[in-house]
């Protein structure tokens, strides 16, 4: 009957659904980081995976009959009497040793029950250790996925202005702006608002530029309308150091408003 009653209980492991949907709403949820989050997660699954593999493995070492014929028993034939924590501490060091694939060779299957459960076990840490793996690779190269952009668009400016043989003031100023671009990422809004809607996007600009062109001389006295419209269609550049913005005799298809620098 107790038997009967324990693998009843089994049936309480579904509530584990909700600790995934739980994840699920973690991963979402800005607030919290969604690397820690991730990571979090693998530790648990791995965690659960190792404290399952280790209960089982237990547990037919102690329906077995004789107990020498064990796992367990082989090497500690006196395991049921010092108690569940003593042969809990034990499978879970083969269970983990399993795992990470080391075999240290203290305990293996002594019967034809431990080999089929060991075998099942085997297989299911491949698949376990290949999502793990998988997982955290794709945390880490998203972590310094920005930081091999800029290097692959540096060394490509660098062997165009190699190729093409640029001046060395041009190519500097190249690599100027690259590195420019990329530390200012976060302060360019175009990726930003592409996918909100108009109003809010004039909105922002004009949270972001109002105070400025209002104080703009050549905008003193212009109508509010106006300025709505213009700062609606304004955007934010950053140029380096000693770049030339609009060459002698060019024809401008901008207007530029000089916020923070100088202009020689």
């Not at 920005?146 to 668009?153: H, L, P, V």
């Not at 100027?176 to 990422?185: I, R």
């Amino acid at each position: 009957t107790g038997q009967v009653f324990g693998l009843l209980n089994l049936l309480r492991l579904w509530r584990l659904y909700r600790v995934s949907e739980l994840f699920k709403r973690l991963e979402k949820d800005i607030r919290f980081s969604y690397f820690w989050t991730r990571l979090l997660k693998l530790i648990c699954v791995t965690l659960f995976a190792v404290h399952s593999a280790g209960c089982f493995y237990y547990w037919l070492a102690t329906r077995h009959k004789p107990s020498e014929r064990t796992w367990i028993g082989r090497l500690i034939g006196d395991f049921k009497q010092k108690g569940v924590w003593h042969g809990y501490i034990c499978s879970i060091y083969w269970s983990i040793v399993t795992l990470t694939s080391v075999g240290y060779g203290e305990f293996y299957s002594m019967n034809e029950g431990e080999k089929i459960f060991n075998s099942i076990y085997m297989l299911f840490n491949m698949g376990l250790i290949a999502y793990i793996i998988g997982n955290i690779t794709n945390l880490v190269v998203q972590s310094v996925v920005k930081t091999f952009a800029m290097r692959d668009s540096i060394n490509e400016v660098m062997r165009y202005a190699s190729k093409n043989q640029l001046p060395e003031g041009m190519g500097e100023q190249m690599l100027a702006h690259m590195q420019l671009k990329f530390n200012t990422a976060e302060l360019q809004q175009e990726e930003v608002l592409k996918d909100l809607p108009k109003a809010i996007r004039s909105s922002i600009a004009q949270h972001l530029f109002w105070k400025t062109v209002e104080k703009t001389y050549l905008f003193q006295g212009v109508s509010d309308d106006f300025l709505s419209q213009l700062v609606s269609e304004m955007k934010a550049e950053y140029f380096p150091p000693r770049i030339e913005i609009i060459l002698q005799n060019e024809i401008p298809t901008d207007f530029y408003i000089l916020v923070s620098g100088a202009v020689v």
